[in-house]
């Protein structure tokens, strides 16, 4: 039973824009994301103040014509976001401007419209708190929070500079967009930022309203033992050979594709009969032709196209993970769910400096190991011997440790709670 009896439910508006488009994988971690914190958040037991959650989107609306076709429209997949959230989805037209600055102008003159249905919805639900996700809904969200003296979460996912090539801009388009940074942040009664990195990189005069929430796994992820990893290396024919894997997305460029086949090679030049296991959502016979190509022995890779949901099954199977980024200013402040996916299953992880917290943690709690950026430079004959030196029981039971501790979301709900009530008037009985 959830506690809190008695008291008046604690109203948390939820926020966003572009939750449910599914054509752009770069928004995929955004929505996953969004969808998990919230879920963790309303799914709670024992907390002091009960919690009734609405969730305002903001989509294109032909986006939102496609998903009633498909019979679709306005769904998480998640039965108790699906259950337990009353949704408003608010359509949009489509952008019609490519140009960065003039984009976000137009942006700007939308948001006069969405800061209108903000603070018209906030009346009506009686919210007391604001959570937002993204820029735009937070921008929009900020004369609600300001008119009705609600006050406002910006959740923060990563830093704008992911909208330039390199993640680095100049002129009038990377000013418009740090301008909207900026405003966002300082109109925020509190921020949730998913790295120290990240709450480093905006700066100490905002450390007093800042909280670092990384991104983290569900306690489904955590159900794990010794007899999953040995059914499923039983059934993958994997017994004796030293197994590297892969999990989620593989072709967006964030995810380095063209540095994992040289990095295997390597693995495999000094640890024979090892094999590249790849969890993905993308086609097998794309991500097979890109690794064969690349130079790849077909016997030695493992391509398995999964839902997320059976991912852990197969992922614990793995002797190591990759984690291989480029050394840039969106990837020092990031929080891949990779990371705690792979610890979440046991699996140590083979990472390059400079991802957020990663490396940190990787060195500090003995999960894993750090390498160069520049492949180059890496000492292989050591980096090998240090991944079999990880590959037993030990390891394993440290890496799903670290996850309970750091990585889920169980534990960061209730920060999340602990906030809200911080923030929120007092209850009355």
Not at 278 to 286: C, N
Not at 320 to 348: H, M, Q, T, W
Request: charged fraction near 25%.
């Amino acid at each position: 039973m959830r506690n809190g009896g008695g008291c008046r439910p604690l109203r948390v508006l939820f926020v966003s824009r572009g939750l449910f488009d599914e054509r752009d994988s770069f928004k995929v971690g955004f929505q996953m994301r969004t969808f998990s914190e919230m879920e963790a958040v309303i799914s709670r037991r024992n907390v002091r103040r009960p919690i009734e959650a609405l969730l305002l989107d903001f989509e294109e609306r032909r986006l939102l014509e496609r998903h009633a076709l498909n019979g679709a429209a306005g769904r998480s997949g998640s039965p108790v976001m699906d259950q337990r959230v009353k949704r408003r989805v608010v359509n949009m037209h489509a952008p019609r401007f490519d140009a960065m600055a003039l984009k976000y102008s137009v942006w700007a003159l939308e948001s006069i419209w969405g800061a209108a249905i903000v603070a018209a919805v906030a009346l009506k639900s009686k919210a007391d708190i604001i959570h937002t996700h993204g820029e735009w809904a937070t921008f929009s969200s900020i004369p609600a929070s300001r008119l009705l003296r609600v006050p406002l979460i910006y959740d923060i996912h990563g830093v704008l500079e992911e909208l330039f090539p390199r993640g680095t801009g100049r002129g009038l388009a990377y000013k418009v967009v740090k301008l909207f940074e900026r405003i966002c942040i300082r109109g925020a009664s509190r921020l949730i930022v998913v790295s120290e990195a990240m709450k480093t990189h905006f700066g100490g005069s905002y450390d007093s309203k800042a909280m670092v929430v990384p991104c983290s796994v569900d306690p489904r992820f955590m159900q794990w033992d010794g007899s999953e990893r040995s059914e499923a290396r039983r059934e993958m024919a994997l017994d004796g050979r030293f197994v590297v894997a892969f999990s989620g997305s593989f072709f967006p460029h964030w995810q380095q594709p063209h540095k994992m086949a040289p990095v295997f090679k390597e693995i495999r030049a000094r640890i024979p009969g090892s094999l590249f296991l790849v969890l993905t959502t993308d086609e097998v016979a794309s991500v097979r032709d890109f690794l064969t190509c690349a130079g790849l022995d077909a016997a030695d890779l493992e391509v398995r196209k999964l839902a997320h949901a059976d991912v852990p099954r197969y992922l614990a199977a793995a002797d190591a993970g990759l984690l291989i980024r480029a050394r840039d200013i969106i990837n020092k402040v990031a929080s891949p769910v990779k990371f705690a996916e792979y610890l979440a299953c046991g699996v140590p992880v083979l990472c390059t400096q400079g991802i957020g917290d990663v490396s940190d943690v990787v060195r500090d709690h003995g999960v894993g190991l750090v390498i160069d950026n520049d492949l180059e430079r890496v000492d292989w004959d050591r980096v090998c011997e240090d991944l079999l030196e990880l590959a037993n029981t030990e390891t394993r039971d440290r890496c799903r440790r670290v996850a309970r501790d750091l990585f889920s979301w169980e534990t960061h709900a209730a920060l999340i709670e602990d906030l809200y009530l911080e923030l929120a008037p007092p209850s009355s009985t």
